[in-house]
Nanobody, 127 residues
Framework: QVQLVESGGGSVQPGGSLRLSCAASGDTYSNYWMGWFRQAPGKEREGVAA????????PYADSVKGRFTISQDKAKNMLYLQMNSLKPEDTAMYYC????????????????????WGQGTQVTVSS
């Protein structure tokens, strides 16, 4: 069991930056796939980036490659998402998620692969 709490959302102008944080507690001794997802009103939840806590493999959605960076601080049980060059289409509720094992590589950015979720943090990009 893992509990996740996101923070760091807010409002920013296009071209700006935000860093989201996700604090993990509970069974943090095991390795997990941890991911950032987002959901805009009327749209499905989509995977943004993921990371294996036991390594450095980090898949990204094409829409954020080169702009977003996922990272972790294992000592602090923290997950981060640095978001640069933000666009209005990045506006969404952002969620942190965790899952012990996702063996199929093309499922690691799929929301249905994850069972542990935070409550979300809102990101709004507008001028």
């Amino acid at each position: 069991q893992v509990q996740l709490v996101e923070s760091g959302g807010g409002s920013v102008q296009p071209g700006g930056s935000l860093r989201l944080s996700c604090a993990a507690s509970g069974d943090t001794y095991s390795n997990y796939w941890m991911g950032w997802f987002r959901q805009a009103p009327g749209k499905e939840r989509e995977g943004v980036a993921a990371i294996w806590t036991g390594g450095s493999y980090t898949p990204y959605a094409d829409s954020v490659k080169g702009r977003f960076t996922i990272s972790q601080d294992k000592a602090k049980n923290m997950l981060y998402l640095q978001m640069n060059s933000l666009k209005p289409e990045d506006t969404a509720m952002y969620y942190c998620a965790a899952e012990p094992w996702i063996p199929v590589s093309n499922k690691r950015l799929s929301a249905s692969s994850y069972n542990y979720w935070g409550q979300g943090t809102q990101v709004t990009v507008s001028s």
